[in-house]
């Protein structure tokens, strides 16, 4: 069966220094990875997707995370945090079987909020 | 522009009084699913539907019911709420159930 962790709920960084949201999943086969945001009042936005091409992908707004397969692990990292950045963050993960159909729905991760302090 | 829209963005009702949200897609995707949003519990998803008169039951499905008898529409109807149906509400579209899915702005429930 497939799941996701993530292991910080909270996050505060200072701003202009780096961020990382940890995600640990499991899965049976290649997995497709996705991170979104949520800022206050507002719906998910697609931050950026994993789906067994590189193992590091680049998001918007300067958001990156890596692909680690030995680890089953998806961090998002962000090398300098801005302001902008203080929102909830969901990692998600969907299996796909040997053949690369769908295993399942999306599996939503319960949720890293980052602060950013002047 | 792409886009998932729910109406109403804020709802407060009263225990047992039917409500409707509405959920609509512009993109032509196949599936579209509905999740609640609770503090600590992260997205919990009620049913999906894979295509026009295809529904199936999520995590969380008791208390709700949903149609799709167009592409683009997905309501979500409560027959009867109860206070603890007090949620925050997601709509969702994707081509398909494990692809990118696309949100809409949310519908703030409160069940007095």
């Known amino acids: 069966a497939q799941s996701v962790t993530q292991l910080d709920s909270h996050v505060s960084v200072s701003e202009g220094t780096p961020v990382l949201l940890r995600c640990n999943y499991s899965s049976s086969y290649s997995p497709s990875l996705f991170w979104y945001v949520q800022h206050p009042n507002k719906g998910l936005q697609l931050l950026l997707k994993?789906?067994?091409?590189?193992?590091l992908v680049k998001g918007i707004n300067g958001f990156e995370a890596e692909f680690k397969k030995s680890e089953t692990s998806f961090h998002l990292t962000k090398p300098s945090a801005h302001m902008s950045d203080a929102a909830e963050y969901f990692c998600v993960v969907s299996a796909t079987d040997y053949y690369g159909g769908s295993q399942g729905n999306l599996i939503f991760g319960k949720g890293t909020k980052l602060s950013v302090k002047p | 522009e792409a886009q998932v829209t729910q109406n109403p963005r804020y709802l407060i009702t009263v225990t047992g009084k039917k409500l409707t949200v509405t959920c609509s897609q512009n993109?032509?995707?196949?599936?579209m699913s509905w999740y609640r949003q609770d503090p600590g519990l992260g997205l919990r998803q009620i049913y999906y539907s894979m295509n026009v008169e295809v529904t199936d039951k999520g995590d969380v499905p008791e208390g709700y019911k949903v149609s799709r008898k167009e592409k683009r529409n997905f309501p979500l109807i409560l027959e009867s709420p109860s206070p603890n149906q007090t949620s925050l509400y997601f709509c969702a579209s994707s081509f398909y159930r494990n692809t990118e899915a696309f949100f809409g702005q949310g519908t703030r429930l409160t069940v007095v």
């Open positions: 993109m032509n995707h196949e599936y």
């Open positions: 994993y789906t067994s091409a590189a193992t």
